[in-house]
């Protein structure tokens, strides 16, 4: 099941790229204006994901389940642990794509580096994260494929051949 999830996402991405979904702003895809029932703050199901989508099409903040830190695109993110350490969160670009006409929300969330301190144990690594799947006619669910690839260091070892994929449940939230 896990690679036919990463083959549609990986032609899905392709397609919208060729579609022209994709416009080149120093390597960075120039975002566009979300309708009113798209942006907003979107929470997964079970899960702590929080995604928070503005109005011009970027994302604003989002609450990710490592550490369930609350972090913002390209700032670091510093959170006192319980032993006094501090625990460092570097995110990088967080890209929005949305086709009106399949209704279809594609969110990428970067995280540059990972460094978790807590007592004896350290965490050092990377993670991405993509959200893609239909918005429902109402505005109110938007049921996602997550895909997440990572690297949290040897002690936690993910073959780069093998992504994590899973089925989220998004709700439209008032914050």
Known sequence: MKPKVAIVFSLSWLLCYAAGCHE????????KPLPADIAGVWKAQGSPWKIVLSA????????VPMGEVQIKPNQTTKVEMKDGAYSVFKAGDCVVQYTPATRELFVSIEIKKIHIAFADNVIDGTS??????????????????????????????????????ETLIFEKVKD
């Open 128 to 165: 991405t994260d993509r959200f893609v799947g239909p918005v429902s006619e109402d505005g109110k669910v938007w049921s996602a494929e997550w895909i997440t690839v990572f690297d949290y260091g040897p002690r936690f070892p993910q073959d780069p051949n093998d992504a994590f994929a």
């Open 56 to 63: 011009d099409g970027t994302v604003s903040s989002a609450i």
């Open 24 to 31: 080149p702003s120093r390597g960075r895809p120039i975002a």
